[in-house]
């Protein structure tokens, strides 16, 4: 039988260590509260027989109410405690819809080289920085699932009136603003995965040229809109599932510039001509993708 990814929880001090380890949890051995003022916090998993499926995070009131309403469970540990940043929970879910798919292993990484070794041998990022507003290490969790994965469908909000609908959906949060740093209501861009590689996306473009839109609209390319409040340029997503025999495996953001050539050189795409937030004076964000070449190949 797998053993899968069934529980996660965080330690803040020697006491919680010392319970968890008791209780069976395996340690990660990566303090999210490096680079800041605050005592080291780690995170822990056990594993067991019902898989983990989806793991979010919340920094805000509003985003921890709709993942309780949804019935995710939460890990009751600031993993920013101390540091003077942003109150970050960590929550997880054990579903078995079509888009879920188990978890076999979690990790973090505090560095962009890591970070770009994570994407290369096909981990999923998942998009909270753990020191956000921290000013410490940019640390991110990711996770492994049990099959390959590819994305077939992408969303986004810029409240959360919808969030339990995409939820119910199967959809995954990237736990990061998209117009961070504006003072902006809250954007968060969405994806969903399936197992199956002809369902997948096959061709992603992004366009914030109203001539691009059309010629891509006439293409029959579906369209997500990014960024229509923050003062900046509206930035289109546009994707199709058809035509080309290449399934996206991986569609994230990247707000650490110093990242980049890290991750160019393992291969993921950095569209770095493309700023999330252009036009703003918020924070610098790229979206990043990776294609897979063949069906059920591994990168």
Do not use: H
């Not at 983990?52 to 995070?57: L, N």
């Not at 949804?70 to 993993?79: H, Q």
């Not at 900046?232 to 050539?261: H, M, Q, R």
Request: with cysteine.
């Amino acid at each position: 039988m797998a053993s899968y990814i069934s529980q996660i929880d965080a330690s803040l001090n020697a006491t919680d260590e010392k319970k968890l380890q008791s209780e069976g949890f395996e340690k990660i051995d990566v303090d999210v509260n490096k680079g800041t003022a605050g005592s080291p916090v780690y995170i822990w998993f056990k594993r067991g027989s019902t898989p983990i499926t989806r793991v979010q995070f919340s920094f805000a009131d509003e985003m921890a109410a709709e993942l309780k309403k949804f019935g995710f469970t939460k890990v009751d540990k600031n993993l920013n405690t101390g540091a003077g940043g942003d109150v970050i929970y960590l929550w997880y879910f054990k579903g078995s819809g079509e888009f879920d798919t188990p978890i076999v292993e979690i990790d973090v990484t505090l560095d962009p080289e890591s970070e770009a070794q994570k994407s290369e041998s096909g981990w999923e990022k998942l998009g909270c920085d753990l020191n956000r507003r921290a000013k410490g290490n940019w640390i991110y969790a990711w996770v492994q699932r049990e099959k390959q994965t590819y994305i077939c469908n992408l969303n986004i909000t810029e409240n959360f009136e919808s969030d339990q609908e995409l939820f119910k959906e199967g959809y995954i949060r990237i736990d990061e603003d998209c117009t961070k740093g504006t003072g902006d209501s809250y954007v968060f861009i969405w994806y969903r995965q399936t197992i199956i590689p002809q369902r997948a996306i096959k061709d992603l473009q992004i366009s914030n040229d109203d001539k691009k839109n059309l010629d891509l609209q006439r293409k029959n390319y579906q369209s997500v809109k990014v960024n229509k409040k923050a003062g900046g340029n509206p930035l289109c997503l546009w994707y199709k599932n058809d035509g080309l025999k290449v399934y996206l495996s991986v569609f994230s953001i990247l707000l650490n510039t110093a990242a980049v050539e890290a991750y160019k050189k393992a291969g993921i795409i950095v569209v770095d001509d493309f700023n999330l937030n252009e036009g703003t004076k918020g924070c610098v964000i790229y979206p990043c993708l990776y294609y897979a070449l063949a069906e059920g190949k591994k990168r």
